[in-house]
């Protein structure tokens, strides 16, 4: 039964393609030279490009994007504050400060500094030494503040991910995937809004040594304000970062790259194509009936299924395929169905590339059927399940 239940979800899917949005003949894929490569528009969630997205890498610096992730929550819920002060400790200082070789804010052994200091030694500089600082601080121990991260990760749908320590220097528990720190990138952009602006800060002195900003796309490719860069051994050069130009805001990852500047010239390619060869395409207004999933044992046979908002979607200028959707939803649906359920999801995408994912609920309510209606659908039920 459980086999034939998913068959039936298959089946029962919605197919419609949409005439009007067939584009021009092929014009070849864009090539990257990044083994892993995740490109996707803000405002819809379109996935522009997409290869290797989920498989996991070392995130080196990229996990610091999660310690600040839990840094801006505990400001957000007041569990501290800007001004909160915590004292270098001598692991934080040798781990993470000036003797490790890495990248430090400097941080003076025994000194105390401010939290808003030390969320801008990683924000700007990736200072090891500031996030032990802060795990020290807020949780007593890097252990456990790892142990918050994976629980924030987990609270945050990143599952693919999960952290050793706040730093991301090399250790066998640290993973993660470019799905993953993209889904969190934009976390901290819609959620952070303040926060984020941090990114962008070109230098940060402290200890009397001023550094420019670590993120090498700063500068170099037009409206990028955010976010971080990583390196490690088994996996090479990595990179998460946002840019909007227009009024149009789109986050890249890539990683796998063997060199700092094949990151920043595929970073520059990447942006420059996404933001050059798509343009928006509106499918369906907030309300309006995409659909109708049949009811089982309803007063109804079927209810409408809509978007909570405006259903739109960034296709190539010079597309080669068809945009197609459906719509997937577990069949049967049992009667009641309350207004404004969750009920499946429409799928668009263009060829066999999926675009975007959009929850559907119901229009509006279903009652219980009568009997009648009941033995109906319970015939129909058996009918299908024996074919």
Not at 356 to 384: H, I, M, W, Y
């Amino acid at each position: 039964m459980r086999h034939s239940l998913a068959l039936a979800v298959l089946f029962l899917s919605v197919f419609f393609s949409l005439p009007a949005f067939a584009q021009k003949a092929p014009s070849g894929l864009f090539e990257t030279k990044a083994p892993q490569v995740l490109l996707i528009e803000a405002s819809t969630g379109t996935v522009l490009l997409a290869k290797g997205e989920d498989k996991p890498f070392p995130p080196a610096s990229l996990a610091k994007l999660m310690t600040l992730e839990i840094v801006f929550d505990a400001l957000k819920r007041q569990e501290v504050s800007l001004d909160t002060v915590y004292r270098v400790s001598e692991h934080a200082w040798r781990t993470g400060g000036a003797p490790s070789r890495t990248a430090t804010m400097f941080a003076a052994l025994n000194s105390e500094i401010r939290v808003e200091d030390l969320v801008k030694g990683i924000a700007v500089q990736m200072a090891n030494d500031s996030c032990i600082i802060l795990a020290e601080g807020m949780d007593g121990s890097e252990a456990k503040f790892a142990a918050r991260m994976n629980d924030r990760a987990r609270a945050l749908g990143l599952r693919g991910s999960a952290f050793a320590n706040p730093t991301g220097l090399p250790d066998p528990g640290n993973r993660t995937t470019l799905a993953d720190m993209i889904a969190l990138a934009r976390h901290i952009q819609s959620t952070y809004p303040d926060f984020y602006r941090l990114f962008a800060i070109p230098e940060f002195e402290w200890n009397k040594i001023a550094q420019r900003n670590r993120n090498p796309m700063l500068g170099r490719s037009a409206g990028v304000d955010g976010l971080g860069s990583g390196f490690a051994e088994e996996s090479g050069f990595s990179l998460v970062t946002s840019a909007e130009r227009d009024g149009r805001r789109l986050f890249l990852a890539v990683s796998g790259l063997p060199s700092d500047k094949e990151r920043a010239e595929e970073a520059v390619r990447l942006l420059d194509w996404g933001f050059s060869a798509f343009e928006m395409r509106h499918l369906y207004d907030a309300g309006q009936a995409i659909g109708a999933a049949s009811v089982y044992g309803g007063d109804a046979a079927k209810v409408d299924l809509v978007a909570a908002g405006p259903v739109d979607i960034f296709v190539p200028i010079d597309n080669p395929d068809r945009i197609q959707a459906r719509i997937v939803y577990r069949w049967p649906l049992r009667a009641p169905v309350a207004a404004d359920s969750d009920i499946g999801v429409l799928q668009v995408s263009s060829g066999d590339r999926l675009l975007r994912e959009v929850r559907l609920k119901s229009a509006a309510p279903v009652g219980a059927g009568t009997l009648s209606q009941k033995a109906g659908d319970a015939l129909f039920e058996l009918l299908f399940f024996w074919l």
